[in-house]
């Protein structure tokens, strides 16, 4: 099992002026610790379950990954994850694409059907039904595709987007990988089985995760797809680890492991993500004994 980070706050020690530096000291970090992930989320206001109010701090995501892109070599970077309300699918295949060049070809899609109503009002994004984000979030998956097919470059008529061209050069070094999030099982996980290289779920009991990939190999049962080509990564935050509890935290991976889970992600929450990801780091080689 792999260990991936995921950064939610940026209410860094020192102010905003050391957000940057200590970005810059997270990413040194993390590579130093073996992981194989980073990411951060995709939202314009912080999130509640933070613990944080909506004025706390909040970067944009791709533009903190490319700044993420200059200050690591090796590890995979993505945004856990982007809403699909948020930008128009063609423009964000071009900016993953613009972020896997500029990292070497390290580039992660994470998408979901989006979900915070109050940011997307509180900037005039537009919030349709559920049921016409998950329409959206279909297309999208479809038009990412397709902006990283060399030998298609359009058109797409869609329901809901249409693109005359779908374009994109230069093409993504490597394809990015394309990390479909949430556990819903009628339609996010039937996604993942039409559409996703991986899925995120949250690491909330062996027994649920469990039974959300029995409904996943369900799916791509049903569209043919070959179940093993899905890399599994769950989301640990119940409860959330710490350097202080990560010999337990370990102990606690290895039914998921058992489960087939490729990789963790856990969450540093305070003021000195890096140091907190440096605490974390011994927990590297002790995930990989366990398959």
């Not at 889970?261 to 004994?289: K, N, Y």
Request: proline share 7%.
């Amino acid at each position: 099992m792999e260990l991936g980070f995921h950064l939610p706050i940026f209410d860094i020690d020192g102010g905003t002026t050391a957000i940057a530096g200590e970005l810059a000291r997270v990413g040194a970090a993390a590579e130093a610790s073996g992981a194989t992930w980073l990411s951060f989320m995709d939202h314009y206001f912080q999130i509640e379950p933070t613990g944080l109010p909506a004025e706390a701090n909040m970067l944009e995501g791709y533009t903190t990954l490319g700044f993420l892109a200059a200050h690591t070599s090796r590890i995979e970077l993505g945004l856990l994850v982007t809403g699909v309300t948020y930008r128009h699918p063609g423009l964000l295949a071009k900016i993953v694409t613009t972020l896997d060049v500029l990292s070497g070809g390290r580039a992660a899609l994470g998408i979901g059907a989006a979900w915070f109503e109050r940011e997307h009002h509180g900037l005039g994004v537009p919030y349709p039904p559920i049921a016409e984000r998950f329409e959206r979030l279909e297309e999208a998956l479809r038009i990412c595709r397709q902006m990283w097919d060399p030998a298609n470059n359009g058109p797409f008529d869609g329901k809901h987007y249409q693109l005359a061209e779908t374009l994109c050069s230069p093409q993504p070094i490597n394809q990015p990988t394309v990390l479909i999030g949430g556990g819903g099982e009628r339609k996010t996980l039937r996604l993942v089985a039409q559409y996703g290289d991986a899925c995120n779920l949250f690491a909330s009991s062996p027994a649920d995760v469990a039974h959300k990939l029995d409904v996943l190999r369900r799916h791509c049962d049903d569209v043919g797809r070959d179940y093993n080509q899905i890399r599994i990564t769950l989301l640990a935050n119940n409860p959330r680890p710490s350097p202080d509890t990560r010999d337990e935290f370990v102990r606690a991976m290895a039914d998921y492991a058992a489960l087939g889970a490729h990789t963790v992600i856990v969450t540093p929450t305070t003021g000195s993500p890096a140091a907190w990801i440096d605490g974390m780091a011994p927990a590297v080689p002790q995930l990989a004994e366990l398959g």
